[in-house]
T-cell receptor
Framework: GNSVTQMEGPVTLSEEAFLTINCTYT??????LFWYVQYPGEGLQLLLK?????DKGSNKGFEATYRKETTSFHLEKGSVQVSDSAVYFC??????????????FGQGTILTVHP | NAGVTQTPKFQVLKTGQSMTLQCAQD?????MSWYRQDPGMGLRLIHY???????DQGEVPNGYNVSRSTTEDFPLRLLSAAPSQTSVYFC??????????????FGPGTRLTVL
């Protein structure tokens, strides 16, 4: 079946540090890959996505590249801000059959950024 | 647009009680779903619906019922609450499940505690 594995957390950084959150997946075919972010007390919102191999999703300074050869979709940001403190979820959605629309999530990574 | 709304925000139940978590969306989305969020486990799909009158089970459906009588509403019913159902519940919707890259929009969540 489908699965998503995120790096163990939580992650604590100082402002302006470089961020990487690792994400690897297992799925047959060509899934779409997503990063969702959950700010304190809120629901999840889409941060970025990629729908085919070698696509790069980007938003708000965050980037992730769909790497089919390593089945990975690592999230990066060059300079984090205190306002980036949140929980980050990697997720996939497979095409085909009854899989449409169903998201499979990773465990989530808590990011805390200190001034 | 209000987006996806959920009520209540918080609820405490005793074992064996029943209740309904409400979810509504005003975006005319075909696809709606319910997830539960537990620490260290990400979000897991409970039930989903691809349109009014059509529902199906997700990964963890036991103990939950759903119905979809209108496009806008997708309530989740707990018939006899158990402590294992203590969790945060999120409702989500998307335009269509026929494209696996569609963004899903999440409500703010309901935090449920079963004593």
């Amino acid at each position: 079946g489908n699965s998503v594995t995120q790096m163990e957390g939580p992650v604590t950084l100082s402002e302006e540090a470089f961020l990487t959150i690792n994400c690897t997946y297992t799925a047959t075919g060509y899934p779409s890959l997503f990063w969702y972010v959950q700010y304190p007390g809120e629901g999840l919102q889409l941060l970025l996505k990629a729908t085919k191999a070698d696509d790069k999703g980007s938003n708000k300074g965050f980037e992730a590249t769909y790497r089919k050869e390593t089945t990975s979709f690592h999230l990066e940001k060059g300079s984090v801000q205190v306002s980036d403190s949140a929980v980050y979820f990697c997720a996939l959605s497979r095409a085909g059959g009854t899989s449409y629309g169903k998201l499979t999530f990773g465990q989530g990574t808590i990011l805390t950024v200190h001034p | 647009n209000a987006g996806v709304t959920q009520t209540p925000k918080f609820q405490v139940l005793k074992t064996g009680q029943s209740m309904t978590l409400q979810c509504a969306q005003d975006m005319n989305h075909e696809y709606m779903s319910w997830y539960r969020q537990d620490p260290g486990m990400g979000l897991r799909l409970i039930h989903y619906s691809v349109g009014a009158g059509i529902t199906d089970q997700g990964e963890v459906p036991n103990g939950y019922n759903v119905s979809r009588s209108t496009t806008e509403d997708f309530p989740l019913r707990l018939l006899s609450a158990a402590p294992s159902q203590t969790s945060v519940y999120f409702c989500a919707s998307s335009y269509s499940n026929r494209a696996h890259y569609n963004e899903q929009f999440f409500g703010p969540g309901t935090r449920l505690t079963v004593l």
